[in-house]
């Protein structure tokens, strides 16, 4: 069974500080995406990343590959109450798709 | 409108009822999906299709009944609600199974 571990599960933080979010596997995937939740709605696709130490920025949100590809990490600059919402990652092995547990970030004005 | 669509959106029922939740997509996208979503779980498949009258089991497919008899629709049915089965249903489709998934705005199902 393929599992991918995310953490942490709860995020609460101030406007203008930083976060990291992870998301971890034994597992190597093919490729891993994250999406983004918000209350309500359904998740909407972030990024994809494919290539092992593949980095992705999208304007505050920088998105890592492990070399191995086993993990992933989602690091937010200057986080904003905008941001609030459900970040999920998923990967895709072997044509099965995982998705993680989901953290939950409260971004407080 | 072109996208995914879900209905109904809020849906009461009692145990041992019968309910069928509605998805429809404009894209013909191959691939359609089944999700759950329960705190603490994320996102558990339920089944998945490859293509019209072709469906196969996700992670949590008990107690759940699919049919892909078009392209663009893809109803989940619950044969005899459960308590168990109350949860947030979305659904999903994508143009391969490796590529991005779309997904619905999601179906409130509470079951009494």
């Known amino acids: 069974t393929q599992l991918l571990e995310q953490s942490p599960q709860f995020l609460s933080i101030q406007e203008g500080e930083n976060l990291t979010v992870y998301c971890n596997s034994s597992?190597?995937?093919?490729?891993l995406q994250w999406y983004r939740q918000e209350p309500g709605e359904g998740p909407v696709l972030l990024v994809t990343v494919v290539t092992g130490g593949e980095v992705k920025k999208l304007k505050r949100l920088t998105f890592q590959f492990g070399d191995a590809r086993k993990d992933s990490s989602l690091h937010i600059t200057a986080a904003q109450p905008g941001d609030t919402g459900l970040y999920l990652c998923?990967?895709?092995?072997?044509?099965?798709?995982?998705f993680g547990q989901g953290t939950i970030l409260t971004v407080h004005p | 409108d072109a996208g995914i669509t879900q209905s109904p959106r809020y849906k009461i029922t009692e145990t041992g009822r019968q309910v069928t939740l509605m998805c429809h997509q404009t894209w013909s996208h191959s691939y359609m999906f089944w999700y759950r979503q329960d705190l603490g779980h994320g996102l558990r498949l339920i089944y998945y299709?490859?293509?019209?009258?072709?469906?196969d089991k996700g992670e949590v497919p008990d107690g759940y009944v699919v049919s892909r008899s078009k392209t663009e629709n893809f109803p989940l049915t619950l044969e005899s609600a459960t308590r168990s089965q109350t949860s947030v249903y979305f659904c999903a489709s994508s143009t391969s199974g490796k590529e991005t998934q779309y997904f619905g705005p999601g179906t409130r199902l509470l079951v009494l």
């Open positions: 597992s190597v995937f093919s490729s």
């Open positions: 998923e990967g895709t092995s072997y044509g099965k798709l995982t």
């Open positions: 299709s490859a293509a019209a009258d072709i469906t």
